[in-house]
């Protein structure tokens, strides 16, 4: 007689180093080489599973009660194996980090759906050998992805020059550059969507440009057919239903404690209205032992002093940060406006990203960039290095930061402003304000 033997599939490492947040802890949170963190959680997600990043730990939470793993977010609509979290991880924010895409090449030596040829270093890349491979796919690795778009002839500015290291496609009449992926949740609290509004358009309608971004994915990035109204309504419908943020300071415990209002089920609620973050009020002045132990009570009230360096304006320069980032409690701009902060400046400038020089067509005055953000779009000079404020929750899951990856992490990110827009912090300060900044 044969004996029987009951078949067990071993889920993949990525897999449960996911699912127990341990990825964070490791700096890596991608799921296993095929597999999809849908498959641990039988396609539903618990509001408020934490998974760990280096600060803590954060959550999504959807109105719909659970998050939908099973959504046509999911699932690849198109030919070629990608679907819209290829490239937005629920276990890191949303988005995808450095590590995520270097460790989904390691798991597939190079093979996962992420590495097409639509976002490698250059449009034709070298793929004959794992080493050739490796290195077209040098800034994808990075977490940056190619795109790009015409100058069209009735733009008020033109391309006068251009530096392309990587053969990425510039000319004279196209820019190509890389980009982050924005977080895909929070949009409950926005007025548009994609780094320089190029799916809203400057409409605020959330809905529609949610909507316009799944068509265009699902065209482009997954290389497939049209999809129906209905998936593409029901992409656009569950991302609207997401809240992400951070639930836990490794340093302050849970951030909804002793009258703090953090984590994602508080900002699934929070209204998008114009005014101060207040999520920490509580904490002000914590004195050491009254809420917890005296060190996790002198975190809480670290980040309390820097939620009012946020709000306040800084010395030297005349501005604050929440005077940009002015959605109450979430840091998107209630209004959608656009902003340069500098990033795209030469300066800034990291190995790999093209480099322009565009010429207003009237004034002839010269400047340089790495990315024109919504000027691509409009046409316009004055829109030259204008780009969305986005949602500033959660942001320890999901470093690097601004549109380029400039920011390692939250550190650089707040120096960046110190040397591109004079503000200007002690180190006390800095550390206070990177403090609450990790806390979103």
């Known amino acids: ?33 095929t597999d999809s963190i849908a498959e641990l959680f039988d396609g539903r997600l618990p509001n408020n599973f934490p998974f760990l990043n280096g600060a803590g730990t954060a959550a999504t939470y959807s109105t719909a009660g659970f ?55 250059n449009p034709s890349p070298d793929v004959s050998s794992l080493q050739a491979k490796r290195a077209s796919y040098s800034m994808l690795r990075k977490g940056l992805f190619r795109r790009g778009g015409p100058v069209q002839p009735t733009f008020e500015y033109e391309i006068v020059a251009f530096d392309d290291p990587l053969r990425a496609g510039a000319t004279l009449t196209q820019f190509q550059f890389f980009r982050r992926p924005l977080a895909t949740a929070n949009f409950h609290i926005a007025k548009n969507v994609g780094w320089h509004d190029q799916n809203a358009n400057g409409s605020g309608n959330v809905l529609a440009g949610l909507i316009a971004q799944a068509d265009g994915n699902i065209t482009g990035s997954q290389q497939g057919a049209r999809a129906t109204p209905e998936t593409l309504n029901s992409i656009a419908t569950y991302e609207l239903e997401l809240g992400f943020a951070q639930q ?20 699934s609620a929070q209204q998008p209205t114009i005014g101060r973050f207040d999520l920490f009020d509580a904490w002000m002045n914590l004195k050491p032992g009254s809420c917890g132990s005296k060190a996790v009570d002198r975190k809480r009230a670290q980040i309390a002093r820097g939620q009012e360096i946020f709000n306040s304006v800084n010395a030297g320069s005349d501005r604050s940060c929440n005077g940009c980032h002015n959605a109450v409690n979430n840091g998107s701009r209630v209004d959608g406006r656009l902003f340069d902060v ?31 953000g919504r000027a691509l779009r409009s046409g316009r000079w004055g829109d030259m290095d204008l780009f969305k404020t986005p949602s500033l929750r959660g942001l320890a899951a999901r470093a690097p930061y601004f549109h380029n990856g400039i920011a390692a992490n939250l550190t650089e990110a707040v120096r960046h402003y110190e040397v591109a827009l004079n503000f200007q912090y002690t180190d006390q300060e800095r550390e206070d304000l990177v403090a609450f900044l990790e806390a979103l």
């Open 1 to 33: 007689m044969k004996s029987s033997r009951l078949s067990i599939r071993r889920p993949r490492a990525g897999v449960l180093l996911a699912a127990f947040g341990l990825c964070g802890a490791l700096a890596s949170c991608t799921v296993g080489a």
């Open 67 to 121: 998050v939908d793993l099973t959504n046509p977010f999911h699932v690849p609509q198109g030919t070629n194996g990608r679907s819209c979290e290829s490239c937005h991880l629920p276990q890191v924010g949303w988005s995808i980090r450095p590590i995520d895409v270097e460790l989904k090449f390691l798991l597939t030596q190079g093979n996962d759906p992420i590495f097409n040829a639509l976002d490698a270093d």
């Open 248 to 267: 836990f300071s490794f340093s302050a415990g849970s951030l909804s404690a002793c009258g703090a209002k953090g984590g994602p089920e508080n900002l």
């Open 342 to 372: 500098r990033a795209s400046q030469a300066r800034f400038r990291k190995p790999g990203m093209p480099l322009y020089k565009v010429k207003n067509k009237t004034t002839l005055e010269e400047r340089d960039t790495t990315d024109p």
